[in-house]
């Protein structure tokens, strides 16, 4: 049984404007002291399906059907009691925008210190000494001083990793890490990511990071979810993914990553923007965006399957990697057409290895 | 063409992915009749989009249709004649109707059908004959509140106007040229905004004296301010924007700059301050008028009507005191509602919950 | 910056404003076309010898600057002159009826604060339910109500019909007199509802405004419970732009008070100034719009002052 499992997990909000489908039929699982990661473009749904393990999705967003089980236990199931037990305790949270996560009114140390109180029995002083010493572990200088201070007093980075102490203070099993480094520095961001990296070692703790940033989930992660208009399109251990990614949406992300040493004229980006949700393209959701689209893909919705096998992916008690495009049920005439050129590492020589990623008919 | 398992390579390094190309979706037909709704609703302009948003709120509606009733009321109260002093087309009747059935200075409504008596001289309550009774001199209160309508709408409107005429200069040029012409006049916006609005008209008129000019002049006093700061704060946040500096650089003119890039700019919050302020302003004008420094005992207008009925009123005769206010209260909502509408239809984040919790 | 400093700085701000109101109070006097001693005199033919004493006796013969700073000095220590119609020191009229005025006031404001704020919290939280759009209602009437119309109406229906309150102000049975007390609580309330709506609606804005906040989703995953979350976290936040807006109320509720007097024949300031713009009685009309006026800018300074206290961001 692993650590959490997700399973067909659709929300909607209901807004003046229309049903959002934010997610549909999401599934996916995260082992104890695993890094696992989300990936797609702001608007995918990553952030509503991590507020929903947290059953923290307000109103007019609703939980309509699937299981969120942590340790076993269906967390939609829990009295609003019970879930309280859990967040912050068993699961914590790590939000985008530090700065606005942290209340104005009251010091960090306060804000840490809060939650130790509330979860860990502990009295003031113990509750305050926890907190320094969280604010410590994340390499918060003079801790004991900082611990009177307010949010605005942090620098950004600070910020942050007051954060994550917060999110560290009760040692939780799961740390849900939704676009952690965004607002950040690109020499700030490795500092983060490093301490994230450090304290998961340390605790043994799982997070589920969410990021739009390619990169950092190469760096970071074991496994990940793409994920497109509320739809899970892929799921892969990390390096499958990158050095065999099977779903077109993937193939796009990747191919718009700016490398040093490109000699491409342009960007190969994809073209559009994301639906809105409310109303999807039907068939597959990414043929008005996709360059290997054809007739059925208008029609048809792909289901997520096994690419070796073609049968449906079952990604809580497998961990093969799954696609959910039409290629892998054969239902494309044409093939996807891309190549995945790997250099070695040893440029001097010069000699690539290619494979060819996608099915062709020569 | 049964899917081939592709194939798996082994080595690792830098990976470069080739063969996406974007052109093929830009030049090929599209596969379904979807779009991305947000593209068909670009390129409008924002007051285009303020009016789409206007036209779905109701209650502005509502409060629209209200004012315009009222202000239709007012104009076809009574038949409208030219002055005589007009060299031409003296004493001509431009406007013909009469809603109202009586002058709104007529004794004679009751008396007409009864013979005066020290009882029906005065205040009857409503009947047929006059559906909203009579007031103290016997005088049709029907008639009196619509025709009353002249006055406190009048009032409200060109005081706004005004107000608009000289906020709006005075806020541009402290706005624009800054330094001592802007501390000068903001120090006297900061000084007149040390009264409350009524003690501050009050003082006007305690200078001027009574009086319809007298009174719009007191209420234009107070009601520039708003729009001097507005437009003040708003110059100063447009200002350092480039199309401004492109502008100067290329030799426009201060006051050009000001009217082509700044003032359509400034414009939203003005519009919606100055439709609340009709209410505030014909709120304020029944108030002097009915704490007497307003117009004269003898005129319709609402505040003023209150006033000489405050006695009946006390006494229990509530037909002459519900009317007049009746009337205020209305306008002064449906102006509120209009106003809220205007705002909403500019800034449509304002209070309105949107899809909380998505990103 | 430190809260002494920030208070110093925004005191010291505060002078430029003080002296712009006395130069304003002064200067409508001398706005006015004609000789100021014909107010004083009310027209009368005088022969030069009385003239020049009356003239002598209001400082009228000294030049302008002077008679500006006489008055600003002699204001500074509650000398305002005297009253033309009565005669009287202006002060002495002034302090007999502020105490009534405060008394309203004091209890209009209190009636804000306490109907205003829970009610405010409850449509915040249950926003766009019924009992939100209840507020909504009661908001719009409240804000477009003419206060003078809704104390006639008052009147009308608890003094008029139903007895409950005396028509006239028992003024004989002294200020704090539990019938005086009573009798005030009409008029406050005819103040106070506007107020309360206005209140309401910000306090209802700002709190939801506060709830959509990241740190909200914050301390909710936390695990902290829900009424830690919205009484710790959420209602101070809120209430912080919900004071600064409280303190500068004063300033609506002395302009309501000069209206609702007059409905309610209450011993205030109010029905003093307006009864005195009848009569031009321009020493007490100046010393009232400068207390007024000086009044309404300490109201705003505390405003500040308490938003700056209760908000950290600006206090360090």
């Known amino acids: 049984m692993a650590l959490l499992e997700v399973e067909d997990l659709t929300v909607r909000f209901y807004t003046e404007d229309g049903v959002v489908k934010a997610t549909n039929n999401l599934s996916y699982r995260i082992e104890a002291g695993e890094h696992f990661g989300v990936v797609g473009e702001s608007g995918a749904g990553k952030s509503v399906s991590s507020l929903a393990i947290m059953r923290l999705i307000e109103d007019p967003g609703v939980i309509e059907s699937g299981e969120i089980r942590f340790?076993?236990?269906?967390?939609?199931?829990?009295?609003?009691?019970?879930?309280?037990?859990?967040?912050?305790?068993?699961?914590?949270?790590?939000?985008?925008?530090?700065?606005?996560?942290?209340?104005?009114?009251?010091?960090?140390?306060?804000?840490?210190?809060?939650?130790?109180?509330?979860?860990?029995?502990?009295?003031?002083?113990?509750?305050?000494?926890?907190?320094?010493?969280?604010?410590?572990?994340?390499?918060?200088?003079?801790?004991?001083?900082?611990?009177?201070?307010?949010?605005?007093?942090?620098?950004?980075?600070?910020?942050?990793?007051?954060?994550?102490?917060?999110?560290?203070?009760?040692?939780?099993?799961?740390?849900?890490?939704?676009?952690p480094t965004t607002a950040l520095d690109v020499t700030i961001e490795a500092q983060i990511l490093e301490l994230l990296e450090e304290v998961s070692e340390t605790f043994d703790t799982a997070i589920q990071l969410i990021t739009h940033d390619l990169g950092v989930v190469a760096e970071f992660c074991d496994r990940v979810m793409v994920m497109y208009a509320g739809h899970p399109v892929e799921i892969a251990a990390v390096d499958d993914l990158y050095y065999n990614p099977q779903h077109p949406y993937t193939v796009g992300l990747m191919s718009s990553i700016p490398r040093i040493g490109d000699t491409r004229d342009r960007l190969q980006t994809i073209p559009g923007r994301m639906p809105d949700l409310i109303e999807n393209p039907p068939g597959c959701n990414f043929h008005p965006r996709c360059p290997y689209a054809e007739d059925v893909c208008a029609r048809r919705e792909p289901p997520l399957v096994n690419v070796e096998t073609g049968d449906p992916a079952d990604p809580i008690n497998s961990d093969s990697q799954s696609a959910a495009c039409l290629e892998h049920t054969g239902d494309l005439l044409e093939g996807l057409d891309y190549q995945v050129t790997v250099r070695g590492t040893d440029e001097s020589t010069g000699d690539a290895a290619s494979t060819d990623g996608g099915v062709s008919d020569e | 063409m049964a899917p081939t398992t592709p194939e798996r390579t082994t080595e690792r390094g830098r990976i470069r992915i080739s063969g996406f190309d974007p052109d093929v979706v830009a030049s090929r037909e599209p596969l379904s009749s979807w779009t991305p709704e947000l593209e068909a609703t670009e390129g409008k302009g924002r007051l285009e989009y303020a009016w789409e948003r206007f036209k779905r709120n109701r209650l502005a509606l509502f409060g629209t249709g209200v004012i315009v009733f009222m202000v239709l009321l007012a104009v076809f109260a009574r038949p409208i004649?030219?002055?005589?002093?007009?060299?031409?087309?003296?004493?001509?009747?431009?406007?013909?109707?009469?809603?109202?059935?009586?002058?709104?200075?007529?004794?004679?409504?009751?008396?007409?059908?009864?013979?005066?008596?020290?009882?029906?001289?005065?205040?009857?309550?409503p009947s047929p004959l006059g559906i909203f009774g009579t007031d103290w001199a016997g005088r049709d209160l029907f008639s009196r509140v619509i025709y009353g309508g002249r006055w406190s709408l009048s009032i409200g409107f060109i005081a706004v106007a005004v107000a608009l005429f000289i906020g709006i200069p005075l806020g541009s040029i402290a706005g624009y040229y800054g330094g001592k012409i802007d501390e000068a006049i903001m120090r006297v916006v900061d000084m007149l905004y040390a009264f409350p609005f009524i003690v501050l008209a009050i003082a006007v008129i305690a200078i001027l004296g009574r009086g319809y000019w007298e009174l719009v002049l007191?209420?234009?006093?107070?009601?520039?301010?708003?729009?001097?700061?507005?437009?003040?704060?708003?110059?100063?946040?447009?200002?350092?924007?480039?199309?401004?500096?492109?502008?100067?650089?290329?030799?426009?003119?201060?006051?050009?700059?000001?009217?082509?890039?700044?003032?359509?700019?400034?414009?939203?919050?003005?519009?919606?301050?100055?439709?609340?302020?009709?209410?505030?302003?014909?709120?304020?004008?029944?108030?002097?008028?009915?704490?007497?420094?307003?117009?004269?005992?003898?005129?319709?207008?609402?505040?003023?009507?209150?006033?000489?009925?405050?006695?009946?009123?006390?006494?229990?005769?509530?037909?002459?005191?519900?009317?007049?206010?009746?009337?205020?209260?209305?306008?002064?909502?449906?102006?509120?509602?209009?106003?809220?509408?205007?705002r909403d239809a500019f800034d449509p984040q304002g209070d309105r919950t949107g899809s909380g919790g998505m990103r | 910056m430190s809260l002494q400093r920030f208070v110093l700085k925004r005191g010291l701000l505060t002078i430029p404003l003080l002296l712009g109101v006395t130069l304003f109070t002064f200067g409508m006097v001398h706005a006015i076309p004609g000789d100021p001693i014909d107010f004083i005199t009310l027209f009368a033919e005088l022969d030069a010898e009385t003239e020049a004493e009356i003239r002598a006796q209001y400082g009228l013969d000294k030049p302008v600057y002077i008679q500006y700073i006489d008055w600003v000095l002699n204001a500074a220590q509650g000398d305002f002159g005297k009253s033309i119609v009565t005669r009287r020191p202006v002060a002495t009229e002034i302090l007999n009826r502020l105490p009534y005025t405060l008394l309203m006031g004091s209890m209009a404001f209190a009636i804000a604060i306490i109907t205003a704020i829970p009610s405010g919290i409850v449509a915040a939280y249950y926003r766009n339910t019924t009992v939100d759009q209840i507020s909504r209602v009661f908001a719009l009437i409240g804000v477009a109500l003419p206060n003078f119309w809704l104390g006639l109406i008052l009147i009308l229906v608890f003094a008029s019909w139903l007895n409950l309150f005396p028509v006239l102000p028992p003024t004989d049975r002294g200020l704090l007199s539990q019938d005086m007390i009573i009798y005030t609580l009409l008029p406050a309330i005819t103040i106070g509802t506007g107020s309360t709506a206005l209140l309401m609606r910000l306090m209802r804005s700002s709190m939801v405004e506060e709830l959509d906040k990241d740190y909200v989703r914050t301390a909710r995953a936390k695990g902290l419970p829900e009424r830690t979350v919205v009484q710790k976290h959420v209602l101070r936040n809120?209430?912080?732009?919900?004071?600064?807006?409280?303190?500068?109320?004063?300033?609506?509720?002395?302009?309501?008070?000069?209206?609702?007097?007059?409905?309610?024949?209450?011993?205030?300031?109010?029905?003093?100034?307006?009864?005195?713009?009848?009569?031009?009685?321009?020493?007490?009309?100046?010393?009232?719009?400068?207390?007024?006026?000086?009044?309404?800018?300490?109201?705003?300074?505390?405003?500040?002052?308490?938003?700056?206290?209760?908000?950290?961001?600006?206090?360090?």
Request: hydrophobic content about 50%.
């Open chain 2, 81 to 125: 004649e030219l002055p005589d002093s007009l060299p031409v087309l003296a004493g001509q009747v431009i406007q013909p109707f009469s809603l109202a059935p009586v002058s709104p200075g007529t004794q004679d409504l009751i008396n007409a059908h009864n013979p005066p008596t020290l009882e029906n001289l005065a205040a009857w309550p």
């Open chain 2, 218 to 342: 007191a209420l234009v006093a107070v009601g520039w301010l708003p729009y001097a700061r507005i437009i003040r704060g708003e110059i100063l946040s447009v200002k350092e924007n480039e199309y401004v500096a492109a502008a100067k650089a290329l030799g426009a003119t201060d006051r050009m700059i000001i009217i082509r890039h700044i003032l359509p700019n400034a414009m939203a919050p003005v519009i919606v301050q100055a439709t609340l302020s009709v209410g505030t302003i014909v709120l304020a004008a029944a108030a002097l008028g009915f704490i007497g420094l307003g117009l004269s005992p003898a005129s319709a207008e609402w505040g003023v009507m209150l006033n000489v009925e405050q006695d009946s009123i006390a006494r229990g005769r509530w037909w002459a005191g519900v009317f007049p206010g009746l009337a205020i209260f209305t306008f002064v909502m449906a102006i509120n509602l209009l106003g809220d509408g205007v």
């Open chain 3, 238 to 316: 809120s209430l912080i732009s919900v004071v600064t807006v409280a303190a500068i109320q004063i300033a609506f509720i002395i302009s309501g008070s000069v209206v609702v007097e007059i409905v309610f024949s209450y011993p205030g300031i109010g029905r003093l100034l307006v009864d005195r713009v009848g009569n031009r009685d321009f020493p007490v009309i100046q010393a009232l719009v400068l207390i007024i006026g000086v009044a309404v800018i300490l109201a705003n300074l505390l405003a500040d002052v308490l938003y700056a206290y209760l908000d950290p961001r600006i206090r360090y």
């Open chain 1, 71 to 179: 340790k076993g236990q269906n967390l939609l199931e829990l009295s609003a009691e019970e879930m309280r037990t859990i967040r912050g305790n068993e699961i914590a949270m790590i939000f985008q925008d530090a700065e606005t996560a942290l209340n104005p009114a009251y010091t960090v140390g306060e804000q840490i210190a809060e939650a130790v109180r509330h979860h860990m029995d502990l009295d003031d002083a113990a509750a305050r000494d926890r907190a320094i010493e969280m604010l410590d572990s994340v390499g918060i200088p003079d801790a004991a001083e900082r611990y009177s201070d307010y949010p605005h007093q942090f620098s950004g980075g600070m910020q942050q990793r007051a954060v994550i102490a917060m999110a560290l203070s009760c040692d939780p099993d799961l740390i849900i890490a939704d676009e």
